[in-house]
């Protein structure tokens, strides 16, 4: 958790790599009791604007949570909690969250649709908003840089080979 901006409006950072594990046999219990701890945060911390920065880089498939939970999450938030969120920064989203937000666009309002933000590295995120009130995890920092490292290795890839090289400059 962090605060911006002049009113010290509160930033909430989720990582999803600290979720639990779906194979535990008590797994829905404690989601349900996560997410209702997670609101009544929520609820105590926010009294203005606010913005949920979701962690999802370094999370195996079996910890994100299901489509199911999520809907039942964004059902049972306040429509006050709901109006004061100004953004929703997802960072490194996989191919399976920009899916399942894809698939349920139609089922959530417009005016949230339109907080929804990708961020791919933490570069970006910072380009967004003040980091040094914001506490990112080591193994999200980790997997940031090794996934730009990989990124850069792809790239000087492309441009050593000749034939990219030379459709480039036609």
């Known amino acids: 958790t962090g605060y911006y901006g002049d009113g010290l409006n ?3 950072v989720f990582a999803a790599c600290f979720l639990p594990d779906s194979s535990r046999t008590d797994y829905n219990y404690v989601m349900e009791n996560l997410f209702l701890y997670v ?12 913005m ?3 962690l999802n880089g370094a999370t195996p498939r079996r910890k994100m949570p299901g489509l199911g939970w999520m809907k039942k999450c964004y059902q049972m938030i306040d429509r006050r909690l709901r109006k004061n969120l100004k953004s929703f ?3 490194h989203p996989s191919w399976f969250i920009r899916t399942i937000l894809a698939v349920t666009r139609p089922f959530i309002s417009s005016k ?7 961020v791919n590295t933490l570069a970006e995120l910072r380009e967004m908003i003040p980091m040094e009130y914001v506490d990112i995890p080591d193994s999200i920092v980790k997997y940031d840089e090794e996934k730009c490292i990989k990124r850069r290795m792809r790239t000087s890839c492309l441009s050593n080979d000749p034939e990219m090289t030379s459709v480039e400059q036609e």
């Open 39 to 50: 609101i009544s945060t929520l609820e105590l911390m926010v009294a203005e604007d606010y």
């Open 112 to 118: 949230f649709s339109s907080k929804i933000q990708y």
């Open 10 to 12: 509160a930033i909430i």
């Open 89 to 91: 920064i997802i960072v």
């Open 52 to 54: 949920i920065v979701y």
